[in-house]
């Protein structure tokens, strides 16, 4: 009888707990949200600010977003990441940020070696070498992070459109 008992709570709770998850899954976060919940997307999040490009990036996309971290626009030449950040230069950043963009969810397991298509409208090259991901020479360092309304891969420096 306990084992029963304790079978049958079991399940019950396990139940309960798919029901919330489910629940919460329409909680999710578009791509803008999620990178402002994490420390290291600060940088990022100003330069989406900046460039005008929030409404874009939380509207119904889907979007693949190749996320450079604080450390990855730290690693551009001093005084860089300050004069994009300037009205002025909104263009340019805009640029600089629809190139880490991609159109559709594409989670990590679909990715393919060879160019893609950016939102900029130019090609990034995406390399895969012994089960590690680059693209435009920027190593992808975690995946699929899930919003609602795409996917963010985590990348080590910031890339930057071909003239």
Do not use: C, Q
């Amino acid at each position: 009888m306990k084992i029963t008992l304790l079978s049958l709570t079991t399940a019950l709770f396990a139940f309960a707990g798919l029901a919330l998850a489910d629940h919460h899954k329409g909680d999710k976060k578009d791509i803008v949200g999620t990178a402002a919940g994490l420390d290291d997307f600060s940088t990022l999040v100003a330069a989406v600010k900046a460039a005008g490009l929030v409404e874009t990036l939380k509207g119904d996309g889907p979007f693949t977003v190749f996320a450079p971290t604080n450390e990855a626009f730290a690693k551009l030449p001093e005084g860089t990441v300050a004069t994009l950040l300037k009205p002025e230069n909104k263009g340019k950043l805009a640029g600089i940020l629809k190139y880490h963009v991609v159109a559709g969810k594409v989670m990590a397991k679909d990715v393919k070696a060879g160019e893609v298509a950016t939102v900029l409208g130019k090609k990034a090259t995406i390399a895969v070498k012994d089960g590690k991901v680059t693209i435009d020479g920027a190593n992808v360092v975690k995946t699929d992070v899930v919003t609602s309304n795409g996917v963010i891969h985590v990348i080590d420096a910031v890339i930057l459109p071909k003239e």
